[in-house]
């Protein structure tokens, strides 16, 4: 029953059964439309000759008498595939005609035999019991006769086409149901180790596919698909562990100072103000730890994309400006000049508080590695121009600069540049500009300012991005 | 001031019951919205503090229903949730300020204070007055005494927010959220430098300062020195 149950389940079965009865009933249907169509064809026929033959006999009667008619009667019997004849009194009793015997009681009923009746010829040696429609006239002189037509050869016919049809029509539903189980049990057995690999996959195996015939069937194209996912996805999970082992190791450090200041400070008696230094101590940390979790969460927002909803048509000029006017004492404070040229009205689709905080993290890097090396007057210089189409801006330093092969780690979560590590930070700035820069379709490029570093952001036309 | 605290932890709720009880407040507790719904009936508070994720009924839906009950007691979201939508939705429902766990005490109560209902200046008047400062609101004009203090627009808002909540401490954050409109935490400190660029333009070379810097925690706008 479980496996009657479990088989009816497959989508294969049902289908070659449900096929296979509609297939039946047409089928059944088809045999017996045809049959009956033939039988009346048939049937008309006999009804068609009887009635002309009946026609010239008794046009013969009325011209000639009954005694030609008799004759004309006896020509007839006696020629080659001739109908029945019978001539009989009013009782039933064979007086003249071709046939030896005949089923009681046909002729006791004027009008045509409606169901085929036995007879036999008189020509017959064999005596068979043969099949015939006829139709009984009345003679003026109380006489019966009947004129029949033999239907067995069409009878026959009729069987013929009826066997005929139900052999072909069986074995065409039982070739369907066959092929319906092999291809359904094909498929199956596809399906079953496709699910077999997904098996493998989910239980860890990370390098396990799914299985491929080479045929470029419609199952190869869907386990192609599938398998360059599973790719995509290998490759995507790479990433998060590189990013999770980095926040691991990146974390580690901050939290072991602070166990490191508290345990000690657990050590030390009776020292209030050594107490509270640490305190004050692990709390300053433990908020430097907290900023590193946002920045990090921001990242991941901004990476996976919800915040995406939130884009609308931004004035940058302003944001860029507003910005800079933040930062503008700070940086005066610090002897840098900070240089701006921005065209106004520029205009791009995005998040004005993410783009703030971009323009504000790369004035912020300026501010902290862009102290020029060779003047006490430093000076950061900020662009942002229209041309063609495109929104480019750009913030320039005199600092150090990446060195080269540097580029592509400095906006990798945590990388930080060996000449820098001593300065305060954590390595997520320009992770969180290259994230918004994505996330805005606009593409960052860090050039050389020689010397310097000199970071453009290349905003899409906005009737692109849109 | 009389606080109502609904909080469904009940470390962090025992904490800040004792830490503003500390800071001279009349602390009351309720651990879901339901009962908070009942309580900010039958008493009065000065400010509520509501955190996002309550059992019953959740914090939006808390102020929703009091908002709409006329209650109109100022209230400040505390919410895991730090995301720039999450902060418009939380102030849509009827909150007055939104910060985002974990935070700082000591930001936690400057903006309590800042929200109380005892307000020194109505927001409709235009004429805010500290000690011997004076700001119009309509002609942007700034007076210390008889002297005429020009400003930056920026100078301006700047001046009008510590002057509106005057006596009362003002951290960073709120500032750039309040007068610069910004969300996040720029690395570099940059508000300090504005502030003292204010504060020479309004108290330098004038017989007393105004505006003090309260280390770790923000500045205030009073006469007397804090420290």
Same mark, same amino acid.
């Given at each position: 029953m479980?496996?009657l149950?479990?088989?009816f ?5 049902r ?14 249907g088809?045999i =017996? ?6 039988? /009346? ?26 005694n ?11 020629a080659?595939g ?9 009782a039933?009793?064979i ?21 085929p009746?036995?007879? !036999? ?15 009984i006239v009345e ?10 037509r ?5 009878e026959? =016919? ?5 066997n ?14 066959l ?27 990370r390098?396990?596919?799914l ?6 069937? %419609?199952?190869?194209?869907l386990?192609?698909? @599938? ?25 580690k450090?901050?939290?072991t ?16 103000? /050594?107490?509270? &230094?640490?305190? &004050?101590?692990?709390?300053? %940390? ?16 901004v990476e ?5 909803a ?7 000029? &302003? ?16 002897n840098?000049?900070l #240089?701006?040229?921005?065209a ?7 998040? #004005? %508080?993410?783009?703030s ?10 501010? /902290?590695?862009g ?7 430093s ?25 080269e ?17 001593? @300065?305060?930070?954590?390595g997520?700035? @320009? ?12 593409t960052? !490029? ?9 970071v ?11 | 001031?009389? $606080? ?9 709720a ?31 508070y ?13 914090? +939006?839906?808390?102020?929703?229903k009091?908002?709409?009950r006329?209650?109109?007691?100022p ?39 800042v ?29 210390r005494?008889?002297? *005429? ?8 808002? +700047? ?12 951290t960073r954050?709120?500032l ?8 996040f ?13 204010l504060?020479? *333009?309004?108290?330098k ?14 500045? $205030?706008?009073? *006469?007397?020195?804090?420290?």
């Amino acid at each position: 029953m479980q496996r009657l149950r479990k088989l009816f389940s497959i989508t294969a079965v049902r289908l070659t059964i449900l096929y296979s009865l509609l297939f039946g009933a047409t089928a059944l249907g088809l045999i =017996f439309y045809v049959t009956a169509g033939t039988v /009346k064809i048939l049937k008309q026929q006999v009804t068609v000759s009887i009635n002309e033959e009946l026609k010239e006999l008794s046009e013969i009667y009325e011209e000639l008498g009954l005694n030609s008619t008799i004759s004309a009667l006896e020509v007839r019997s006696r020629a080659p595939g001739a109908n029945l004849y019978i001539v009989s009194n009013p009782a039933g009793q064979i007086l003249a005609g071709n046939v030896l015997d005949l089923e009681t009681g046909v002729m006791n009923k004027i009008g045509w035999t409606y169901h085929p009746f036995s007879y !036999t010829r008189f020509d017959n040696s064999k005596k068979d019991e043969l099949l015939a429609l006829a139709r009984i006239v009345e003679l003026p002189n109380g006489m019966r006769l009947l004129i029949g037509r033999d239907i067995g050869e069409p009878e026959k =016919f009729r069987h013929l086409i009826f066997n005929a049809l139900a052999l072909a029509l069986g074995s065409m539903v039982t070739l369907g149901v066959l092929a319906w189980f092999f291809v359904g049990r094909r498929i199956l057995k596809r399906v079953d180790s496709v699910a077999h690999s997904t098996d493998r996959i989910m239980s860890g195996d990370r390098d396990e596919r799914l299985p491929i015939s080479g045929s470029g069937d %419609e199952f190869d194209r869907l386990s192609n698909r @599938l398998n360059s996912m599973l790719d995509r996805i290998n490759l995507l999970d790479e990433g998060l562990k590189q990013v999770s082992d980095n926040i691991a190791h990146d974390l580690k450090t901050p939290l072991t100072r602070i166990r490191n200041t508290v345990e000690a400070s657990l050590v030390t008696r009776n020292n209030n103000s /050594k107490h509270r &230094e640490a305190l &004050e101590n692990v709390l300053t %940390e433990s908020e430097n730890l907290i900023k590193t979790f946002n920045a990090l969460l921001m990242i991941s927002q901004v990476e996976s994309g919800s915040t995406t909803a939130q884009m609308k048509q931004q004035n940058l000029s &302003e944001i860029i400006k507003d910005i800079v006017e933040l930062y503008e004492p700070a940086a005066e404070e610090q002897n840098f000049e900070l #240089r701006s040229d921005i065209a106004s009205g520029l205009i791009v689709n995005g998040n #004005r %508080e993410l783009l703030s905080q971009m323009i504000s993290n790369l004035i912020d890097n300026a501010l /902290k590695y862009g102290k020029s090396v060779d003047s006490d007057q430093s000076s950061i210089r900020i662009e942002a121009t229209l041309s063609g189409g495109n929104v480019s801006v750009s913030i320039a330093d005199h600092g150090a600069g990446i060195p080269e092969g540097a580029n592509g780690k400095v906006l990798q979560r945590f990388f930080r540049l060996e000449q820098s590590r001593s @300065l305060p930070g954590s390595g997520l700035g @320009l992770a969180l500009v290259n994230a918004i820069a994505k996330m805005h379709f606009a593409t960052l !490029t860090l050039g050389d300012n020689k010397p310097g570093l000199n970071v453009g952001i290349n905003f899409p036309s906005i009737n692109n991005s849109v | 001031m009389h $606080i109502l605290i609904i909080e469904d932890d009940k470390q962090a709720a025992e904490y800040l019951v004792n830490a503003l009880d500390e800071a001279g407040h009349n602390v009351d507790h309720a651990k879901d919205g339901e009962l908070a719904f009942v309580m900010c009936d039958s008493s009065e508070y000065d400010v509520l503090v509501v955190d996002r994720m309550l059992p019953k009924m959740d914090g +939006l839906s808390l102020l929703k229903k009091l908002r709409a009950r006329g209650d109109m007691t100022p209230a400040l979201i505390l919410s895991a949730l730090g995301q720039v939508d999450d902060k418009v939705e939380g102030l849509r429902s009827g909150g007055d300020d939104y910060l985002t766990k974990p935070y700082a005490f000591s930001e936690l109560l400057a903006r309590i204070e800042v929200l109380s209902k005892r307000k020194i200046v109505d927001d409709a008047d235009t004429l805010i007055s500290v000690c011997d400062l004076k700001l119009d609101r309509l002609s942007h004009k700034v007076f210390r005494g008889e002297t *005429k203090i020009l400003l930056q627009p920026r100078e301006f808002r +700047l001046l009008e927010y510590l002057m509106k909540n005057a006596g009362k401490v003002v951290t960073r954050t709120m500032l750039l959220e309040q007068v610069w409109d910004y969300h996040f935490d720029p690395q570099t400190n940059v508000i300090d430098v504005h502030i003292s660029r204010l504060r020479g *333009k309004i108290d330098k070379e004038f017989e007393f300062p105004l505006l003090h810097t309260i280390r770790g925690k923000g500045y $205030i706008l009073q *006469k007397d020195s804090v420290d």
